[in-house]
């Protein structure tokens, strides 16, 4: 089992940040530029039992990624584990905490296992690890988690 655990301050209110990452309709948006995610599923009110479903498209090949709601409370933690995708086991919590001037100390807390044995150790040692890191940190510094979301006119 692989543990990540990164933590950053967001320059915005605990509500406002938690309401863009209880959307999985924004997670797209949050993505690098390398990563191309679309939610497939209807984009449901968070709650326990829900599940999302995302197409998940790098270096040319797509694959869906499906997240289960195992635990949810208002403005303070949500935790996604993967019923279908990339990973044998895969649980994201996310803990929403208060800082100084409004400002938000976002936790992130991954445990995952790879498929493919030995060679899936390999892989996230070399690169799957390193990678989900900068990924999770990128996501922490992006505009929609300090602005509001420009909606779209239909």
Do not use: C
Not at 44 to 52: F, H, Q, S, T, V
Not at 132 to 140: A, N, P, V
Request: net charge neutral; charged share 25%.
């Amino acid at each position: 089992m692989s543990y990540i655990n990164v933590s950053a301050i967001i320059k915005a209110p605990r509500q406002k940040v938690f309401s863009v990452l209880s959307n999985p309709a924004h997670y797209p948006a949050l993505m690098p530029s390398d990563l191309t995610l679309k939610l497939i599923s209807p984009s449901i009110r968070l709650k326990k039992g829900a599940e999302y479903e995302f197409r998940v498209k790098r270096f040319g090949i797509e694959q869906i990624w499906s997240l289960r709601v195992e635990d949810a409370v208002e403005n303070e933690q949500i935790t996604f584990v993967q019923s279908i995708g990339f990973f044998d086991k895969w649980s994201h919590t996310i803990k929403f905490e208060d800082f100084k001037d409004g400002e938000t100390i976002l936790h992130h807390f991954i445990e995952y296992e790879l498929h493919f044995g030995l060679f899936g150790k390999l892989y996230d040692d070399l690169h799957l690890r390193g990678y989900i890191t900068k990924l999770l940190q990128s996501i922490d510094n992006k505009p929609i988690l300090v602005r509001p979301p420009i909606k779209s006119e239909s």
